[in-house]
């Protein structure tokens, strides 16, 4: 039995979603949170292009955040991560990148420095630089992590979607 675009898209938001949620490391400065969602931004993008990675990407983490508690960066997430997900889907599906995983990879980087810099400029503007600038330091450790996780994982799901 095929799965519908739209099926597919709605299984990565919740996918999204889940794995936000599913590990949380708190970042008290700011009331934030480390998490690995990310990672199925990455690779949701990677595979599905601007849509997936706007849609599941912002919607997907926004929706985490309403269900775990943090509804007051709902909002923001909304944006920084529809738009990490954009930059990622739109850059990754240019005929240049496809298949060159080492570029995909940089384009990754740069979603997730987006990522980071949204997230700094939002903190800044509600909590100062202080507290922004000591919740930097996990961002980027989300943004890497994501990265280690999401791009091979979307280039494994490619091989397989391939083969099947």
Not at 6 to 34: D, N
Not at 50 to 74: E, N, P, T
Not at 95 to 124: K, N, T
Request: glycine letters at 16%; aromatic letters at 8%.
């Amino acid at each position: 039995m095929a799965v519908g675009p739209l099926a597919r898209l709605a299984l990565l938001t919740a996918l999204v979603a889940a794995a936000t949620l599913a590990l949380r490391v708190p970042m008290p400065a700011t009331e934030g949170y480390i998490n690995l969602g990310d990672a199925l931004i990455i690779a949701g993008a990677l595979l599905g292009g601007v849509r997936a990675g706007v849609l599941a990407g912002g919607v997907g983490s926004a929706l985490a955040d309403l269900l775990g508690g943090y509804s007051h960066w709902a909002p923001f997430t909304l944006v920084i991560k529809g738009l990490e997900g954009a930059l990622i889907g739109w850059l990754g599906h240019r005929p240049w990148a496809q298949g060159r995983w080492l570029l995909l990879g940089v384009i990754s980087a740069a979603g997730m420095a987006w990522m980071v810099m949204g997230y700094l400029a939002v903190e800044f503007v509600l909590y100062g630089p202080g507290p922004a600038l000591l919740s930097l330091w996990g961002n980027i450790v989300q943004g890497g992590a994501s990265l280690v996780c999401g791009v091979p994982l979307a280039a494994a799901l490619r091989r397989r979607l391939k083969t099947s």
